[in-house]
């Protein structure tokens, strides 16, 4: 009885070891699995703050609100005035003097200047460039003075989507720009280097064109453009051809009747072998002849 009561201890006892063995080796599997995962998951992290600068600039533009946008809008309000003016007057350089001196008041500058003169009128063809903030008081000032305005056109556009369109666009090529240089600094291949450093040169290519852009919109923006023409009719009148005198027209006439004689002797004298043999043509001709009238 003693004999099966300690085997039966035993049989139990190594039954415990099992079931402690096997629920520590289940432990530790589970402990491995989750450190690879937590691995894993630190590594396409890091992977991805280094190579998705584009995809996490893009998240942060999309966040903006369009009530930012509208502000702006509202507060870089940007307008193209342009516009073409036609006068007739009829004192044209005292009305010219008194452009250049409206110019010099307002601070614009010619861009174009250039006069014409026929036989029915004289004008001046002007391209003024003018601050935008005084190009209405400036066209005032001119439309006051004496003349008859002949035509005038004025265009305003509004660019204010475009600027912010391009603003926008600058500012987040500027940011990849920053963000592709601090790649370069970690690149380890050389066929990373080459990669990130034609990103760049593409980068840097398109800032250099939106500035231009951004340059020449606020120029047009900043100065208004206007094509005056000032003109004054002429009265007409009759201009005869004028011609030599009748001594000077002998001369000629009788200079080129002697070169024309001279000119016909040198032309006989040229042809002296028809001289040479006309008379034997004209013998036989007129031998030919007789025979003819005799029968």
Known sequence: MYIVVNFNNQLNYYKMRKILLLFI????????????AEEVSYATTDL???????????TNESSESKETIEAKKINKKKIIKDGKLGIRVSELEITKLRIDS??????????????NNSD??????????????SFENF?????????????KEIDARDVTDQFIDLETRLE????????????????NSVKEIVEIEEKIRGLEEEIESTVGRLKYLNDLVDYSTLDLTISKQKDFKYNPTKRDKFSEKLKQSVSRGWFGFVDFILFLIKIWPFWVIFPFIFYFWKRHKSKKIKN
Do not use: H
């Open 48 to 58: 991805e703050e280094e190579m998705s600068p584009i995809a996490q600039q893009s």
């Open 120 to 133: 029915w009128e004289s004008s001046f063809t002007l391209k003024i460039r003018i601050p935008s903030v």
């Open 139 to 151: 066209i005032s000032d001119i439309e006051q003075g004496n003349g008859e305005i002949l035509y």
């Open 102 to 115: 409206l110019i010099k008041k307002y601070g614009g500058y010619y861009a174009n200047e250039s006069f």
């Open 172 to 187: 987040n090529k500027r940011n990849y720009l920053i963000r592709y240089n601090e790649l370069l600094k970690k690149a």
């Open 25 to 36: 080796l289940t432990f530790l599997f589970v402990s491995c699995n989750q450190k690879n």
